[in-house]
């Protein structure tokens, strides 16, 4: 018999597999641009299509997907890092399987999504929140992006980091967890 870690995990796997399918199907026909910088990377499909199109999950702690150098699990937005054309219109998706909001905010590109909380269905399955906000035509440059609200907390905010040279209350997430950056070439 399963212990619900085990389901939990086996879950989270199951999602990770999906995405790794998902993206090694889209490769096929579409080409990749690599990250040209020294942040860790993920690889990026951009599309041959005028429009782009980027979704990026947030897990949860409860997935026990993305463990921090604190050696416990966080939630995360995955990719944290990733690559667009410019001067093409880019759809973005955030597709949330934590049961806690957040913010997904790069104010280099003008943007701010706030990201609900996912959910649980009847069966008590993860039922995900999903936002999608489209990107006018971007020029070239790196941008970075972070949630900035408290959240964490069941981890004492590990992957948010207190901004004491801004407003009080101010959070900032720490890359590869709670923010990353967005490359445009």
């Not at 579409?30 to 429009?51: E, G, K, M, N, Y």
């Not at 801004?166 to 967005?182: A, K």
Request: neutral net charge; glycine residues 8%; proline residues 6%.
């Amino acid at each position: 018999m399963c212990s619900q870690s085990d389901r939990r995990r086996f879950l989270g796997l199951s999602i990770v597999a999906l995405a790794g399918t998902t993206l090694a199907a889209s490769c096929a026909s579409r080409t990749t641009q690599p990250v040209a910088t020294s942040a860790p990377t993920a690889p990026t499909v951009v599309p041959d299509s005028p429009d782009q199109h980027i979704t990026v999950t947030v897990v949860s702690a409860a997935m026990q997907i993305a463990k921090g150098t604190d050696g416990l699990f966080h939630d995360a937005f995955v990719p944290a890092f990733f690559v667009l054309k410019a001067r093409q219109p880019t759809y973005i998706t955030i597709v949330n399987f934590s049961q806690v909001r957040h913010t997904f905010v790069a104010s280099g590109l003008n943007l701010a999504i706030d990201v609900k909380p996912g959910g649980r269905g009847s069966a008590g399955e993860p039922a995900p929140s999903s936002t999608t906000l489209m990107l006018a035509e971007v020029v070239p440059g790196t941008y970075t992006w972070t949630c900035t609200i408290e959240c964490d907390g069941h981890n004492e905010q590990w992957a948010m980091a207190s901004r004491t040279d801004l407003v009080p209350g101010t959070y900032q997430g720490v890359f590869g967890f709670m923010g990353g950056t967005i490359t445009v070439v």
